[in-house]
């Protein structure tokens, strides 16, 4: 759950939207989905058009002048008193949790402060300040739920994914042997450790297989390319989606209530 200093007293009219790099690139529909929510719960989503990179991939490998650089960027984005809503936990906890270590003793540290105040994951932000109500117009269906390492250990979320699927009244979550680890992705980890992040997703789409899911969503688009992307090349037959995608296709048939994007 969110701390105190986060909470807002009311949904707020207008948000930001920050997009992350996979999304852009990789799975945009994630990213249209993630604003059609909002939407539906009548907020104006702003997407700026010069956002990039967070700086987290410089970061982690130990590159903080680089990495301060690319995040610098991002901080003259959100000019408005509006949260900062952003569709990865992985994303979302660089810019909360470690921008302000990272511009610390830096003109730019009061910025950076700030703008990590107003960043929220935006399944959190739909339960807890949206309290989004869904009604499931889909088929009956199994899935499994992967919440990345970030999203559970830096941004405290793990309990909203399994909130949110439990409003869908004919979907069956199922559980995973040791959800709580790893898919093995880790950003560069995958990269410079290539043999122990395939273990590692090899027995992540064996748990899920096991628990009998045929498919499973996550909050992550980086865990998604991962686990879904090793399920195809070794021809096992789980699928994978992000959850803002999953949650609009169940409850798109809905009226909505308002809201533009721009």
Same mark, same amino acid.
Do not use: W
């Given at each position: 759950m969110t701390d105190a200093i986060r909470l807002y007293p009311a949904k707020p009219p207008k948000?930001?939207?920050?997009?992350?790099?996979?999304?852009?690139?990789?799975?945009?529909?994630?990213?249209?989905?993630?604003?059609?929510?909002?939407?539906?719960?009548?907020?104006e989503v702003v997407y700026p058009q010069d956002q990039t990179c967070c700086g987290q991939p410089a970061y982690t490998s130990g590159y903080h002048d680089e990495a301060r650089a690319v995040a610098a960027a991002q901080l003259d984005l959100f000019p408005g008193d509006w949260p900062i809503v952003?569709?990865?936990?992985?994303?979302?906890?660089?810019?909360? +949790?470690?921008?302000?270590?990272?511009?610390?003793?830096?003109?730019?540290?009061?910025?950076?402060t700030e703008v990590a105040g107003r960043v929220w994951e935006?399944?959190?932000?739909?339960?807890?300040?949206?309290?989004? +109500?869904?009604?499931?117009?889909?088929?009956?269906?199994?899935?499994?739920l992967h919440t990345s390492c970030s999203a559970r250990r830096e941004m405290g979320i793990a309990e909203v994914g399994p909130a949110l699927l439990s409003q869908l009244q004919n979907v069956?979550?199922?559980?995973?042997?040791?959800?709580?680890?790893?898919?093995?992705?880790?950003?560069?980890?995958?990269?410079r450790h290539p043999e122990i992040s395939a273990a590692m997703v090899?027995? +992540?789409?064996?748990?899920?297989?096991?628990?009998?899911?045929?498919?499973?969503?996550?909050?992550?688009?980086?865990?998604?390319?991962n686990i879904a992307g090793y399920a195809e090349k070794a021809a096992r037959p789980l699928t994978g989606e992000h959850i803002v995608s999953f949650l609009w296709k169940r409850v798109s048939l809905q009226p909505g209530n308002g809201g533009s994007a721009r």
């Open positions: 948000v930001y939207f920050y997009g992350t790099c996979l999304i852009d690139l990789f799975y945009p529909d994630a990213g249209l989905a993630g604003i059609q929510l909002l939407e539906r719960e009548g907020i952003v569709p990865s936990g992985s994303c979302g906890g660089m810019m909360r +949790k470690h921008y302000p270590d990272l511009f610390a003793d830096t003109p730019q540290a009061e910025a950076a935006l399944t959190d932000f739909l339960l807890n300040v949206c309290h989004i +109500k869904l009604q499931d117009l889909g088929e009956p269906t199994t899935v499994a069956t979550l199922v559980t995973q042997q040791r959800a709580e680890e790893c898919c093995g992705f880790g950003g560069t980890f995958a990269v090899d027995d +992540k789409v064996q748990a899920m297989e096991d628990a009998g899911a045929p498919a499973f969503v996550t909050t992550d688009c980086g865990c998604l390319m």
